[in-house]
């Protein structure tokens, strides 16, 4: 069964984890599949980028999102984050006449 979970890179006590495809039986620094994205949880805020497709593209193929990666996709992903919206300008007024 494919996972979709994060996998630890970073050195000691500084934490930094890319979301990774992998088979459900591989170790947490084991072989995987595809990257599809990562999260830095010592930044504040804490910076997370995920690949919305490839993590469609996963599940409609079976992969299931560990309880970390739900949490993670539900919380950042859900959410339009950096999404910048266009200015509303108002109608042109006609000149006096």
Do not use: C
């Amino acid at each position: 069964m494919l996972s979709i979970r994060m996998r630890r890179t970073g050195s000691k006590k500084r934490p930094y984890y890319r979301v990774v495809v992998t088979e459900g039986r591989t170790p947490r620094e084991g072989s995987f599949l595809e990257v599809i994205g990562f999260y830095n949880p010592r930044m504040k805020p804490a910076v997370v980028e995920i690949d919305k497709a490839r993590v469609e593209h996963w599940i409609s193929k079976g992969a299931r999102p560990s309880d970390s990666v739900r949490t993670l996709l539900a919380r950042h992903l859900t959410k339009d984050r950096g999404v910048v919206a266009e200015p509303v300008t108002a109608a042109p007024v006609a000149p006096p006449a």
